[in-house]
């Protein structure tokens, strides 16, 4: 079965530098949610997007902006980036009126040096 | 004090074993219940959903709620070397607050 496909799946970047990570959820799929990890850490709320709106906002900071694009697809950009902000980010996708259940995909693995 | 609380173990069981992995939380909101499997540096992976309170079983695995003690468990029986993983439980009280509220993960290992 299809999954939630992520890309890149690592990317190093510079501190102050900009990222841009993509999500292409489970065809069919219309809500989209950002997690952030961080070492040894759970899996941190960041946004979600339900029918390219913007749905739910956690601790996601003001450097960060998302969208979600009319195929469903998401993109989370990232500028200024800190130290910090290196860790696993994870998309999951889940189909509304599906009782909230979320499946991920396998995550970007964002390095800042 | 997180709002879902999880003993990060680790956890370290014989092949065979029953294991039982629990949380607890605080939030009498949170109606739908998720366990899910992480292995290293992997996304995680949904194992089990229950919504409410009530014991859910799909093979080796059992999930039970109990929300009145605010309480969830995971048990899977005749454990494996392959479930040797990090379990995550995560919660939400769905509907437009979907987004997952997680545990800290506990960190299983199942020896041959």
């Known amino acids: 079965a299809a999954g939630v496909i992520q890309s890149p799946r690592h990317l190093i970047k510079e501190k102050r530098e900009t990222a841009t990570l993509k999500c292409y959820p489970i065809?069919?799929?219309?809500?989209v949610y950002w997690y952030q990890q961080g070492p040894g850490q759970d899996p941190q709320f960041l946004i979600s997007f339900y029918e390219k709106m913007q749905s739910d906002k956690g601790s996601i900071p003001d450097r960060f902006s998302a969208q979600q694009f009319s195929d469903y697809h998401s993109e989370l950009n990232m500028s200024s980036l800190e130290l910090g902000d290196s860790a696993l980010y994870f998309c999951a996708s889940s189909l509304s009126g599906s009782l909230d259940t979320q499946y991920f995909g396998p995550g970007t693995r964002l390095t800042v040096l | 004090q997180k709002e879902v609380e999880q003993d990060p173990g680790p956890l370290s069981v014989p092949e065979g074993a029953i294991v039982s992995l629990n949380c607890t939380y605080s939030n009498s909101a949170f109606q739908y219940f998720m366990w899910y499997r992480q292995y290293s540096r992997k996304g995680p992976e949904l194992l089990m959903y229950t919504y409410s309170s009530g014991n859910k079983e799909d093979g080796r695995f059992t999930a039970q709620v109990d929300k009145s003690s605010k309480y969830i468990s995971l048990f899977i029986r005749d454990s494996q070397p392959s479930d040797s993983a990090t379990y995550l439980c995560a919660m939400t009280p769905g509907g437009s607050q979907g987004n997952l509220i997680f545990g800290k993960g506990t960190k299983l290992s199942v020896k041959p």
């Open positions: 065809p069919r799929h219309d809500t």
